[in-house]
C-alpha cells in the first residue's frame, strides 16, 4: 500500500466526508484500488458516483470500475497494465480528478455516457461498470467471435423480467440473428450479423434494454423441482437399501414432489369435468404411498419433473425463433442536422427530426420527403410489386427499401409508432402461441385414460393392491402429451430455421392431410418481376434499337422494371450504350442523353407531358395489353414514339417443379384462381397443368370458391398474398402467404414463407409428414412396451418396479424422439454459422479489428 499526495489532495473533501484517510493500493496488477470513498457510502449520492465514472473513464487505459458503496466503500479500477505503470495511471487520474466545477460545453461533449446505476448493480450493492468506446456499460465481454457474442450483468441475477425485457429489444433488432439469456448465470448470447451491427451498438441496445425496463427488488424463486425430485429419489433409494427408518422421511419428500401431479388431477377431474391422464398420475401416486413402494414412486416424479423441464425449455426457445422471424428494424439511423450526418440511436429520433436514407437501405421511419428522390420498394408492408417512385413531399414508412436514389424524410412516427412495427405487434400477439395441435398428444393420452383404469380395476381385483398401481402406472398418456408437444414445438423451430413461420400448430397437422391446394393467380404463381413480351416499334425504329435505349436508361436501377429490361437485353446479347451524365433526369420517366439523341423512358402519361405523340400501332397494343392484363413501358426518341415495351407477369421459375412435387406427395387436386379475364387464366392454368381454374373471381367471392371444394370432401391449402385474399385464407384448412404479402394476408394466413416464392411448399408438406411420423413412432414407443408390462403384470407378476422402469424408459425415449428435429435445426444452423463466417472472413471483418475499432474510437 502507499499514498499519493496527488490523488490524496485531489480526494480532499472526501476525507472531510469520512474523517478516514483516503489510502490507495494495487492488490493485483492491472488494479488500482481506492478505500474510504466517502462519496460512496451514501447511495442516495448517485450523481457523485456518474460524474467520478465520467472523470475516470476519459482515461483510454481504464478498463472498467467496480464500486463498493456503504460504509467501507472502495473503487477498484481496471487499467491496461502491458502499456501504462501504477505511476502513471495515478497521475494521469489525478490530474483528471483535479479539475473543478462544471465542465465546459465541448469538454462535456467529450465526456462518456455512463449508463444509469440501476443497471450495473448486483444484488450486494455493487456496481460493475465497463468501458465501450465513447458510453460506460454495465454489461461485461466475457466471450466474443465473429458475429458471436456473451455478455454478463449482474442485475439479471435471478430477474425474469429483466432478461425479458432484453430479449423483446432484441427480438425486433435488424442484424440480431439469436439470443438467448440465463437469468441464473446473468448472461445474454447474441448471434449478430456484424456488417450490420457493432459490438459496441449491441451493448448500447442491451443498456437501453434495461433503462426502460421495470426494476424490482424481488428474486425471482428458484426452480428447485427438478432438484427436489432427484433428492428424493436418493433418500428414497437409501431408505430402501440402507437405513428403513428414512422410509417415512422419503415418503413425506416423495409426496411433496408430486404436488404438480395432484394439481393437474384436480384441474382435470373438477373444472374441466374429463378424465386425465393427471388423474391416473395422481392415483399411482396414492396406490405407491398406499403400498409403500417410494421408491419406484420417485422414479416417477424424476421423470415426470424431467419431461416438464424439457417442454418448457423447447418451448422457450421454439417461441424465440417464431417471434424473431418477423419485425426486423434498424435501430440506428443517419440523423442529418446542420449540414452533417451524424449516426445515431433509432430511439433518440424526435418528430421532426431529419434523417437521411441511401440506396440499399431499410426507411427507419414514417414520415414525408423534404429533399431528393427516390424509387421505394414497399412490397412488404403494401403488397405493391411494382417499386413506388417518390419525390418531396410524398410520404414513406418504415421497413420499406430504398433501391435508388438519396432522400432526407422528416421524421413523422418512429419506433413502436411506425406502421411496419404495429404490423409486427399483431403478429408478435399471435405467433408462435397458437400451438393448439400439442392437444393432438393429449387427445391420445385422454384416450387411454379410461381402458387403463378399466384395466387396474380388474388387475386390483386379480393381483392385489400391487399389480393395480402397476397397471395403472402402466399408462400410455404420460409419455405421449410430453412427446406430441416436444415434437410439434420442434417441428415448429425447424420451420423457422428454414424461413417458414407457422404461426398456428394445427396447420401443420392439417397439412399432411390437405389433398387440394388452391393458387391465387397474381403475386403467387406469378413473380414480383415481369418479363419482356412483345416489341412494338414505330416511326421506322427497330425493335433491338428500341430495346437498347430502354435498357442502357433503365440500367441503374433495381426496380422490377428496369431488371426485367435490363435481363431482356442481356438474353439477347445486346450491348448497352453510354449515358450522358449532365441530362440523366429523373422525375415520372426517366430522360437520358444516349449516342446524341434525347431518350425517354416511362408511362402514356409522362410521353404526354413531354409532348410526344402516341402512335397508331402502340395505341393499338395499348388496347391489347389492357385485355391480356399487361402494361406498356414506352420509348421517346427525341422528339418522336420510338416504340413500346409490353411487359407481362413472368410465371415464378420454381412453379413447374413445385406442382410436380405436389403430385408427387399426394395432392390429388390442383387449381388457380384469378381475377383476371379468362383467357390469360385458362391459358396459365393449362401451361401448368392445373385441374380446375376459377377466372373473374371477385374478391369477396374467393372464400365460396373455397367452400365450394370443401363441400366436395376436399381438405384445401388457399395460398395467396392480397388484401383481397384475407377471406378466403381465413376459410381454408390451411392458408399460407408468402413474405412480401400484404400485412392482412400475413396476418390471417396460417403460414408464411418468409421468401418471396413458392419454393418452400413441397418442403413444408415434408415436414408436416415427418411431424405426423414423429408422433406416431412416439405413440408406439410408448404403447408397445407398456401393453408388454400390463400383460406381464397378469401373466409373470410384475410389480410397480417393473412398471416404473418400464414406462419411464418408453416414455423418455419418446421424448428422445420428439426433440429430433431440434438436431437438424442445430445442423442447419452450423452450417449458417459457417457460411456467415466465410462471408465475413471474405469482406475482411474480424475481431481484431473490431478492437482496433473499438481502441480508436476509445482515443
Not at 103 to 132: C, I, M, N, Q, W
Not at 738 to 751: E, W
Request: with cysteine.
Amino acid at each position: 500500500m502507499f499514498d499519493d499526495g496527488r490523488l490524496e489532495r485531489v480526494a480532499n473533501p472526501v476525507n472531510r466526508q469520512s474523517g478516514a484517510p483516503l489510502s490507495v493500493s494495487t492488490p493485483a496488477e492491472g488494479v488500482i484500488r481506492i478505500d474510504n470513498a466517502a462519496p460512496f457510502t451514501d447511495e442516495g449520492h448517485g450523481h457523485h458516483v456518474e460524474r467520478f465514472l465520467q472523470k475516470v473513464f476519459t482515461r483510454q487505459e481504464i478498463s472498467s470500475a467496480i464500486i463498493h458503496t456503504g460504509n467501507n466503500a472502495r473503487v477498484d479500477l481496471h487499467f491496461d497494465a502491458k502499456h501504462f505503470t501504477v505511476k502513471q495511471t495515478l497521475a494521469l487520474l489525478a490530474e483528471v480528478l483535479a479539475a473543478n466545477g462544471s465542465p465546459s460545453t465541448d469538454a462535456a461533449s467529450a465526456l462518456p455516457r455512463v449508463a444509469p446505476l440501476e443497471t450495473a448493480k448486483d444484488r450486494h450493492g455493487v456496481l460493475h461498470f465497463h468501458r465501450y468506446g465513447r458510453f460506460v456499460s454495465g454489461f461485461q465481454i466475457i466471450s466474443e467471435r465473429v458475429g458471436f457474442l456473451k455478455v454478463k450483468n449482474p442485475v439479471l441475477y435471478r430477474k425474469s423480467a429483466l432478461c425479458e425485457a432484453v430479449e423483446r429489444e432484441l427480438m425486433s433488432v435488424l442484424g440480431v440473428e439469436r439470443y438467448k439469456t440465463h437469468a441464473m448465470n446473468c448472461t445474454v448470447q447474441i448471434d449478430y450479423d456484424p456488417r450490420r451491427l457493432t459490438r459496441n451498438q449491441i451493448i448500447d441496445i442491451l443498456d437501453c434494454a434495461l433503462s426502460n425496463a421495470e426494476h424490482q427488488a424481488e428474486l425471482d424463486k428458484l426452480d428447485l423441482d427438478l432438484i427436489v425430485c432427484g433428492g428424493s429419489l436418493v433418500v428414497a433409494g437409501v431408505a430402501q437399501f440402507a437405513v428403513p427408518a428414512l422410509l417415512p422421511v422419503s415418503a413425506v419428500v416423495f409426496a411433496y414432489t408430486t404436488l404438480p401431479s395432484f394439481q393437474g388431477a384436480y384441474e382435470v377431474l373438477f373444472k374441466e369435468r374429463r378424465l386425465g391422464v393427471d388423474l391416473l398420475d395422481a392415483v399411482v401416486v396414492v396406490g405407491c404411498l398406499a403400498t409403500m413402494q417410494v421408491l419406484p414412486g420417485a422414479v416417477l416424479a424424476l421423470c415426470l419433473s424431467f419431461g416438464r423441464m424439457l417442454v418448457k425449455k423447447t418451448e422457450d426457445n421454439s417461441k424465440k425463433l417464431l417471434l424473431s422471424a418477423f419485425g426486423k428494424h434498424p435501430r440506428f439511423v443517419w440523423l442529418y442536422k446542420d449540414g452533417v450526418e451524424t449516426e445515431v440511436s433509432l430511439d433518440k429520433l424526435e418528430q421532426g427530426d431529419t434523417v437521411v436514407v441511401h440506396t440499399g437501405d431499410m426507411v427507419p421511419v414514417d414520415g414525408h420527403i423534404v429533399e431528393g428522390m427516390a424509387m421505394i420498394d414497399q412490397h412488404a408492408l403494401t403488397g405493391e410489386s411494382t417499386p413506388a417512385e417518390k419525390g418531396a413531399g410524398d410520404r414513406v414508412f418504415a421497413s420499406t427499401i430504398m433501391v435508388a436514389g438519396k432522400i432526407y424524410v422528416s421524421v413523422e412516427k418512429a419506433g413502436s409508432e411506425t406502421a411496419s412495427a404495429k404490423i409486427s405487434q399483431i403478429l408478435n400477439d399471435t405467433a408462435g402461441y397458437k400451438l393448439s395441435s400439442q392437444n393432438a398428444g393429449e387427445r391420445m393420452a385422454d384416450q387411454a385414460v379410461a381402458p387403463t383404469l378399466a384395466l387396474g380395476a380388474l388387475a386390483l381385483a386379480a393381483m392385489g393392491p400391487a399389480g393395480g398401481v402397476a397397471v395403472l402406472n402402466s399408462d400410455m398418456g404420460t409419455g405421449i402429451r410430453m412427446a406430441a408437444p416436444l415434437a410439434m414445438l420442434s417441428t415448429l423451430a425447424l420451420c423457422a430455421q428454414k424461413g417458414i413461420l407457422v404461426k398456428d400448430g394445427r396447420a401443420l397437422e392439417l397439412m399432411n392431410k390437405v389433398d387440394t391446394v388452391l393458387f391465387d393467380k397474381t403475386g403467387t404463381l406469378t413473380r414480383e418481376r415481369p418479363e419482356v413480351g412483345r416489341i412494338i416499334t414505330s416511326n421506322g425504329f427497330a425493335e433491338n434499337e428500341i430495346l437498347m435505349y430502354a435498357a442502357t436508361a433503365e440500367q441503374k436501377f433495381h426496380h422490377p422494371i428496369a431488371l426485367a429490361i435490363v435481363h431482356k437485353a442481356e438474353e439477347l446479347g445486346i450491348e448497352l450504350a453510354k449515358t450522358d451524365e449532365t441530362q440523366y433526369k429523373v422525375g415520372y420517366g426517366i430522360s437520358v442523353g444516349i449516342n446524341g439523341r434525347t431518350i425517354r423512358v416511362g408511362s402514356r402519361r409522362f410521353m404526354e407531358m413531354e409532348g410526344i405523340a402516341i402512335t397508331p400501332e402502340v395505341e393499338a397494343a395499348l388496347d391489347a395489353a389492357h385485355v391480356d392484363g399487361n402494361t406498356l413501358v414506352m420509348v421517346g426518341v427525341d422528339d418522336h414514339l420510338g416504340g413500346a415495351l409490353e411487359l407481362q407477369a413472368a410465371v415464378r421459375p420454381e412453379v413447374k417443379d413445385i406442382i410436380r412435387g405436389l403430385r408427387e406427395r399426394g395432392i390429388k387436386h390442383l387449381a388457380i384462381i384469378s381475377g383476371d379475364h379468362e383467357a390469360p387464366t385458362k391459358k396459365l392454368a393449362e401451361e401448368l397443368g392445373m385441374d380446375r381454374y376459377f377466372a373473374q373471381v371477385l374478391p369477396a367471392d374467393k372464400a365460396d370458391y373455397v367452400e365450394k371444394l370443401q363441400k366436395e370432401g376436399r381438405t384445401v391449402c388457399f395460398i395467396g398474398d392480397g388484401i383481397n385474399d384475407s377471406i378466403a385464407l381465413k376459410q381454408a384448412n390451411v392458408s399460407i402467404s408468402l413474405r412480401g404479402a400484404t400485412s392482412i394476408a400475413t396476418d390471417t394466413a396460417h403460414i408464411v414463407f418468409m421468401e418471396q416464392g413458392l419454393g418452400k411448399l413441397c418442403e413444408l408438406r415434408d415436414i408436416a409428414r415427418s411431424l405426423s411420423d414423429n408422433v406416431r413412432n412416439s405413440w408406439i414407443m410408448i404403447l408397445l412396451p407398456n401393453l408388454a408390462c400390463v400383460a406381464g403384470v397378469f401373466t409373470l407378476g410384475f410389480g410397480i418396479g417393473v412398471s416404473v422402469l418400464t414406462n419411464n424408459v418408453a416414455a423418455l425415449g419418446a421424448l428422445a424422439n420428439g426433440v429430433r428435429p431440434m438436431r437438424k435445426v442445430a445442423q442447419l444452423e452450423a452450417e449458417r454459422r459457417h457460411r456467415l463466417e466465410l462471408e465475413l472472413k471474405a469482406s475482411g471483418y474480424t475481431i481484431d479489428g473490431h478492437a482496433e475499432e473499438l481502441h480508436q474510437s476509445a482515443q
